[in-house]
């Protein structure tokens, strides 16, 4: 067992399927906590905290953020049909401000608006 993996059981008890896939993602051959942070678009700390189950920030949009990025599944898309969850989660992100004219981010960032999943009021969007 990886020293993550016993953090993790120790302050979480029953560890969720989330948090494993990211203990399994920073252990994995090649990897570390700190590529692992950038995948998610957060920092080092960030996990660490989040793996001794002591982050004080949205859990949901790191979940939201982790399963989308480590735990890839494909997601129905208002505009562009089945994309991946890390897709969904770039044009997310992208759509919380209209930045460009392109007609694509023109065109995602009104699809966006209209999807479930996204949350244009999360305080902790661009956070941490």
């Known amino acids: 067992m990886s020293a ?11 560890v969720p399927d989330w948090i494993e896939a990211l203990v399994a993602a920073c252990d994995a051959p090649g990897s570390s906590q700190s590529k692992v942070a950038a995948r998610i678009d957060r920092s080092p700390g960030v996990i660490s905290s989040l793996l001794r189950n002591d982050y004080r920030g949205n859990m949901a949009n790191l979940e939201d ?20 969850s890390a897709d969904c989660l770039n044009w997310r992100d992208q759509a919380v401000k209209l930045t460009s004219p392109s007609p694509d981010r023109v065109m995602m960032f009104r699809a966006c608006q209209t999807c479930p999943r996204f949350k244009k009021d999360d305080p902790d969007a661009q956070a941490d």
């Open 4 to 14: 993550r993996l016993q953090i993790a059981r120790e302050a979480w008890g029953t």
């Open 65 to 84: 953020r982790v399963r989308s990025t480590i735990c890839i599944s494909q997601v129905k898309c208002p505009a562009l049909d089945w994309i991946t």
